[in-house]
């Protein structure tokens, strides 16, 4: 799976179009489902990435906030980037906010109590009338595809006063924050804006209403849903069975539930039934620890408290995303020299669901950050042609581990060793299986360059360089370049 953008791509890089160009490259190498944007109308217009909901129905058709198309382009672009992935045999999941808006049309004057920001079960004031962003009447779009207008009854809160120009948590009264949150702030309901009201049933309509005419206009195949902490867990499950069964389609579904403790994830997973799966956010966070730890981290148990380890079934694996980017709120930017490290682990494994980041393959340029395409290209073919049959992990050392990948007949030539290193270069002993016995196999990435001999009982001695990975696979193999 790639993650197909980036937090600081701009207007002019036309990524639908992007997309529709780069479709067939990413189906050769063996990718299956891309992950791209929001593609409705933000707050920012054509400078918002997509996370400040605006109008859902706005896929870049319509003259508001200040222009026709969204960051990524049009509507016409966008459908033709969904059609050009599922041409290519690639599934395309849709990027969708739930829990908030913003850039609302006007304000309303609404009777609020003011919760401590740092302890949300505690009220801080009286009842008292604020005046709050509440009013979405989308008059760009005139009603186009659904007359629906957002006031304050569809709203939890905000977390701005007009009134008394005053930045707070402001519930309002008669209201209460959802309980199956995640209980970080004593509750985390509110996230950012206009906080959407799940309890009110036209509000919960009116989103599956919205759900079935973007399914039906994009054709998508699933959904990544944002900010899932920050909504009653409950409702995932009525969405998207109301959705599967309407549509008869599986539509693949990932949650963002952004916390680096794992009975939380569970915890999600469980009150939904599995009707999602999670990214593995512990993972990502044994990376980033692992990547600043000048070769003192303790490699045997990168995969401890991670989801993956846990639920490989409900686990999609990642090393950065768009949130934790330099300069972004959930910055923990994995050090790039342990980054090959990092996707080997995710992408040469058994377990788990791969995600590659558009910001690693391509680089960032605004934060001078360099394309990583030709070592993650090589990751990427490796797990499409090598990484088949019975896995035999080696995490027998604080700096270097390795596993084995035995191969199957259904994939000729498949099968590898891999081994990698947190600090100084070396070798491991592993046992590769009884396909790859008494061949020569070499390292795909080629920071090694001496051949690896493989006896009779497939056991080898494999090298490593210090901070690096090496995937071992045959030497004659058809797919080197």
């Given at each position: 799976m790639m993650q197909y953008f980036e937090w600081y791509l701009k207007p002019e890089d036309d990524l639908w179009n992007k997309v529709i160009s780069d479709?067939?490259?990413?189906?050769?190498?063996?990718?299956?489902?891309?992950?791209?944007?929001?593609?409705?109308?933000?707050?920012?217009?054509?400078?918002?990435?997509?996370?400040?909901?605006?109008?859902?129905?706005?896929?870049?058709?319509?003259?508001?906030?200040?222009?026709?198309r969204t960051k990524y382009g049009t509507k016409e672009e966008y459908i033709h980037a969904v059609k050009a992935l599922q041409g290519n045999g690639i599934e395309v999941l849709a990027d969708i906010v739930l829990n908030h808006r913003l850039g609302a049309d006007g304000l309303e004057d609404v009777i609020a109590i003011e919760d401590n920001p740092l302890n949300r079960t505690q009220?801080?004031?009286?009842?008292?009338?604020?005046?709050?962003?509440?009013?979405?009447?989308?008059?760009?779009?005139?009603?186009?595809?659904?007359?629906?207008?957002?006031?304050?009854?569809?709203?939890?809160?905000?977390?701005?006063?007009?009134?008394?120009?005053?930045?707070?948590?402001?519930?309002?009264?008669?209201?209460?924050?959802?309980?199956?949150?995640?209980?970080?702030?004593?509750?985390?309901?509110?996230?950012?804006?206009?906080?959407?009201?799940?309890?009110?049933?036209?509000?919960v309509n009116e989103l599956i209403t919205w759900a079935k005419w973007y399914l039906d206009q994009t054709h998508?195949?699933?959904?990544?849903?944002?900010?899932?902490?920050?909504?009653?867990?409950?409702?995932?499950?009525?969405?998207?069975?109301?959705?599967?069964?309407?549509?008869?389609?599986?539509?693949?579904?990932?949650?963002?539930?952004?916390?680096?403790?794992?009975?939380?994830?569970?915890?999600?997973?469980?009150?939904?039934?599995?009707?999602?799966?999670?990214?593995?956010?512990?993972?990502?966070?044994?990376?980033?620890?692992?990547?600043?730890?000048?070769?003192?981290?303790?490699?045997?148990?990168?995969?401890?408290?991670?989801?993956?380890?846990?639920?490989?079934?409900?686990?999609?694996?990642?090393?950065?995303?768009?949130?934790?980017?330099?300069?972004?709120?959930?910055?923990?930017?994995?050090?790039?020299?342990?980054?090959?490290?990092?996707?080997?682990?995710?992408?040469?494994?058994?377990?788990?669901?791969?995600?590659?980041?558009?910001?690693?393959?391509?680089?960032?340029?605004?934060?001078?950050?360099?394309?990583?395409?030709?070592?993650?290209e090589k990751l990427v073919l490796a797990r499409k042609y090598f990484a088949y049959g019975p896995q035999t992990d080696y995490f027998d050392h604080s700096n270097i581990i390795g596993w084995v990948r035995e191969g199957d007949y259904d994939h000729p030539d498949s099968g590898m060793a891999v081994i990698l290193s947190d600090g100084p270069g070396g070798s491991k002993v592993m046992n590769v299986g009884k396909r790859l016995a008494n061949h020569v196999l070499y390292d795909f990435t080629g920071n090694v360059k001496e051949p690896v001999y493989i006896d009779q009982e497939g056991n080898g001695i494999f090298y490593t360089n210090g901070g690096s990975v090496s995937v071992w696979v045959k030497e004659n193999n058809i797919y080197v370049k």
């Amino acid at each position: 799976m790639m993650q197909y953008f980036e937090w600081y791509l701009k207007p002019e890089d036309d990524l639908w179009n992007k997309v529709i160009s780069d479709s067939s490259y990413l189906s050769s190498i063996g990718i299956s489902t891309v992950w791209l944007p929001p593609a409705y109308k933000g707050s920012a217009g054509i400078h918002d990435t997509g996370y400040g909901v605006y109008d859902l129905y706005d896929l870049g058709e319509f003259m508001q906030k200040g222009d026709v198309r969204t960051k990524y382009g049009t509507k016409e672009e966008y459908i033709h980037a969904v059609k050009a992935l599922q041409g290519n045999g690639i599934e395309v999941l849709a990027d969708i906010v739930l829990n908030h808006r913003l850039g609302a049309d006007g304000l309303e004057d609404v009777i609020a109590i003011e919760d401590n920001p740092l302890n949300r079960t505690q009220g801080i004031s009286e009842p008292r009338t604020i005046r709050a962003w509440t009013k979405y009447n989308f008059a760009g779009r005139n009603d186009i595809y659904s007359s629906f207008k957002w006031n304050w009854t569809h709203f939890h809160g905000v977390d701005w006063d007009e009134l008394t120009q005053k930045k707070s948590i402001y519930l309002f009264y008669g209201k209460h924050w959802d309980e199956q949150v995640d209980k970080e702030n004593g509750n985390f309901d509110y996230l950012m804006g206009a906080d959407v009201d799940l309890n009110n049933v036209d509000v919960v309509n009116e989103l599956i209403t919205w759900a079935k005419w973007y399914l039906d206009q994009t054709h998508v195949d699933g959904f990544r849903l944002d900010a899932v902490k920050h909504i009653r867990s409950s409702f995932f499950k009525e969405f998207l069975d109301t959705l599967r069964e309407d549509t008869g389609k599986k539509l693949f579904s990932i949650g963002e539930y952004w916390s680096a403790n794992l009975e939380s994830l569970k915890q999600f997973l469980k009150e939904t039934k599995n009707a999602v799966s999670l990214f593995d956010v512990p993972l990502h966070y044994n990376f980033f620890n692992a990547s600043n730890s000048n070769g003192c981290y303790d490699m045997r148990t990168i995969l401890d408290g991670t989801l993956v380890k846990s639920n490989s079934e409900k686990a999609i694996t990642f090393v950065d995303n768009h949130d934790t980017e330099p300069g972004q709120s959930l910055e923990s930017w994995v050090q790039p020299w342990f980054k090959p490290l990092a996707y080997a682990i995710i992408l040469l494994r058994d377990s788990g669901t791969p995600c590659l980041f558009f910001g690693d393959y391509y680089g960032i340029p605004e934060k001078n950050i360099l394309p990583m395409k030709k070592i993650l290209e090589k990751l990427v073919l490796a797990r499409k042609y090598f990484a088949y049959g019975p896995q035999t992990d080696y995490f027998d050392h604080s700096n270097i581990i390795g596993w084995v990948r035995e191969g199957d007949y259904d994939h000729p030539d498949s099968g590898m060793a891999v081994i990698l290193s947190d600090g100084p270069g070396g070798s491991k002993v592993m046992n590769v299986g009884k396909r790859l016995a008494n061949h020569v196999l070499y390292d795909f990435t080629g920071n090694v360059k001496e051949p690896v001999y493989i006896d009779q009982e497939g056991n080898g001695i494999f090298y490593t360089n210090g901070g690096s990975v090496s995937v071992w696979v045959k030497e004659n193999n058809i797919y080197v370049k």
